[in-house]
């Protein structure tokens, strides 16, 4: 029977939450399709392949020292001599930094169609159906593959992790690993020092919505000083300089789960929600009604910043 | 270094959307900008043709409309570009989008350096960096915050962004296409030199038989509609005081979080 096939995903030789997500949509999926769950693994040895095998019945390893870490050359090479060796049928990746950067090469080298980010695939008459994010969050989209087989990228957190426990074959694919044309230098931690806001009860965090320097000062600082808890911000805050990267929520930044987070002027991209929809009691705080955040928010506020924010440091 | 620049016409996001028979968003509702990642693609471009000299070429796919986001790149410095305006372009999918983008990089003979955002913030894809690559076999990297130009010219050194604030260094020889994440600098604002300079920069129409580009799409469109969240917030009605007022007290007395 054709196989789903599930491309791993490691750092250091762990395997990544995210691959556990695929192991868990590859099942869900596959039965529909008439395919069965597997996965494909490389790595310089078989341990990642075995780890994998917990979650899924069958996995397909690739072992060679090119492997040893994540490079789009690489694992092209080695998917596509998955693919050439082996019935399948499609491949998914996760919508990851590392997924991102190699599922468009793996869809070209296959030849397939390919459909990434997306946050659910359902089966409809046997042919897979893709349902993505769009505008920002705004819109979702469906659609489907022209081509017999395809590619597809699973946004983090669309699937539950699955839990281990199984214990899947595991079986030796053989691959000349060619030319990779990137070399790895070294990993640099961007965020080192300064505050640590995992740690924090409450977060009071702004966003794109927030204006200016002084603004996000004024509002989103003291506020937060006011609740004794701490400031954080969304990417855009980030990248104009008004505050540190160690205070950056998402996807890119922290992961935090405060008894409340309060987002001010935040949209609620995919990026950011990943880092903060765990927290207790979220409040969302912004002028567009449509905006995202209120998908996933406790409390919401539709108005401007500058005017609810203050109002609340009064009554406070 | 020759450098090209993929610049695309978005929506501006905090436009009112409407959806027309489950298959499109009415336009007449929407302003349109460039993708403000590929502004950040833009600025690291001028930042390399400032430093080492050459030029920065702007490709874009989209109805003539989009010229205008074209010149908005000229008039923050690049030199010249190619528009390819063709409907069964717009209609197709990434890989016809890429094609198009590909085929218009090809006819400029040797290039050092392609670039495009990290993703489109309508489409929000992320495919167009690895699909280009791929079709002038180039090595690609994704999610670049800091680009090195090597000694000779002849390679790069990139911080590519990872998880949780981490980054991975690589070299990556040229030529390569890389996309670039936002924050990576502060993009310039054209200043009125720029924007009067621009309107005379030359900017070529081509369609994609003009080039020679694959029309075939692999994949097809099906419906678009707006998300249904099973968990909506609750809303606090009222003037910013009344809802400030509520707010607090719904945090202290039914939360219990402040």
């Known amino acids: 029977m054709a196989k789903l096939l599930v491309i791993a995903e490691q750092r250091n030789g762990v395997l990544s939450e995210a691959s556990m997500e695929l192991c868990k949509a590859a099942k869900a999926i596959a039965a529909g399709m008439g395919a069965e769950p597997a996965a494909a693994a490389f790595y310089k040895d078989d341990s990642v392949a075995n780890e994998v095998?917990?979650?899924?019945?069958?996995?397909?390893?690739?072992?060679?020292?090119?492997?040893?870490?994540?490079?789009?050359?690489?694992?092209a090479q080695a998917v596509k001599a998955v693919v050439d060796s082996q019935d399948v049928a499609?491949?998914?990746?996760?919508?990851?930094?590392?997924?991102?950067?190699?599922?468009?090469?793996?869809?070209?080298?296959?030849?397939?169609?390919?459909?990434?980010?997306?946050?659910?695939?359902?089966?409809?008459g046997g042919k897979p159906v893709f349902t993505r994010s769009t505008y920002n969050g705004k819109i979702q989209e469906e659609k489907s593959v022209s081509t017999d087989k395809f590619v597809a990228s699973i946004e983090k957190g669309a699937y539950d992790k699955e839990e281990a426990g199984g214990a899947g074959s595991v079986t030796a694919v053989s691959a000349s690993i060619g030319d990779i044309r990137t070399s790895f230098k070294e990993y640099v931690?961007?965020?080192?020092?300064?505050?640590?806001?995992?740690?924090?009860?409450?977060?009071v965090s702004g966003g794109r919505g927030t204006k200016e320097k002084d603004k996000y000062n004024d509002i989103i600082v003291n506020l937060a000083k006011k609740?004794?808890?701490?400031?954080?911000?969304?990417?855009p805050v980030v990248d104009a300089g008004w505050t540190d990267a160690a205070r950056q929520v998402g996807q890119s930044g922290k992961s935090v789960t405060p008894d409340l987070y309060l987002a001010a002027g935040i949209s609620g991209a995919i990026?950011?929600?990943?880092?903060m929809k765990s927290s207790k009691c979220i409040v969302a705080i912004n002028k567009d009604p449509e905006a995202p955040i209120f998908n996933i928010a406790t409390y919401g506020i539709v108005g401007d910043l500058f005017e609810v924010i203050p109002a609340m440091m009064g009554e406070l | 270094m020759k450098i090209v620049v993929c610049v695309k016409e978005v929506p501006d996001m905090e436009s009112k959307f409407k959806?027309?028979?489950?298959?499109?968003?009415?336009?007449?509702?929407?302003?349109?900008?460039?993708?403000?990642?590929?502004?950040?693609?833009?600025?690291a471009a001028l930042q390399l043709k400032e430093k080492f000299g050459g030029e920065v070429i702007i490709v874009s796919a989209g109805p003539e409309r989009a010229a205008k986001q074209v010149r908005q790149a000229f008039a923050m410095g690049a030199d010249w570009g190619i528009q390819v305006v063709d409907p069964a372009v717009d209609a197709g999918d990434n890989f016809v989008k890429a094609s198009a983008l590909f085929n218009a990089i090809k006819s400029l003979g040797d290039v050092d350096l392609v670039m495009t955002g990290v993703q489109a913030e309508d489409d929000q894809a992320g495919l167009t960096c690895g699909m280009i690559a791929d079709m002038m076999g180039a090595p690609s990297c994704t999610n670049i915050v800091?680009?090195?130009?090597?000694?000779?010219?002849?390679?790069?050194?990139?911080?590519?962004?990872?998880?949780?604030?981490?980054?991975?260094?690589l070299d990556i020889p040229l030529p390569a296409v890389l996309s670039i994440q936002s924050g990576i600098n502060q993009p310039r604002y054209p200043t009125l030199p720029g924007i009067m300079k621009a309107k005379k920069k030359k900017l070529d129409n081509k369609s994609a038989a003009d080039l020679g580009a694959s029309t075939d799409s692999k994949t097809s469109f099906i419906k678009m509609f707006f998300p249904v969240s099973d968990s909506k917030a609750e809303i606090i009605e009222g003037d910013a005081a009344t809802a400030a007022k509520t707010l607090v007290?719904?945090?202290?007395?039914?939360a219990k979080v402040i």
């Not at chain 1, 990026?271 to 880092?275: M, S, W």
């Not at chain 2, 959806?19 to 349109?32: C, L, N, T, Y």
């Not at chain 2, 007290?249 to 039914?254: Q, V």
């Open chain 1, 53 to 75: 095998a917990k979650y899924i019945p069958e996995v397909f390893s690739v072992v060679d020292a090119k492997l040893e870490r994540y490079t789009a050359d690489g694992y």
């Open chain 1, 90 to 124: 499609g491949v998914l990746i996760a919508h990851t930094y590392d997924g991102i950067d190699m599922v468009a090469k793996v869809a070209m080298s296959l030849g397939w169609g390919v459909v990434s980010n997306c946050n659910k695939i359902e089966v409809s």
């Open chain 1, 189 to 203: 931690e961007t965020m080192a020092g300064s505050v640590d806001i995992s740690q924090a009860k409450v977060i």
């Open chain 1, 227 to 235: 609740l004794g808890g701490e400031y954080a911000a969304s990417r």
């Open chain 1, 271 to 275: 990026q950011h929600v990943a880092g």
């Open chain 2, 19 to 43: 959806i027309v028979e489950d298959k499109k968003i009415d336009e007449s509702q929407i302003a349109f900008k460039m993708n403000d990642f590929d502004q950040y693609a833009v600025e």
């Open chain 2, 146 to 169: 800091k680009i090195e130009v090597g000694g000779d010219q002849k390679s790069l050194t990139v911080n590519r962004e990872l998880e949780g604030g981490m980054n991975e260094v």
């Open chain 2, 249 to 254: 007290d719904k945090l202290k007395n039914e």
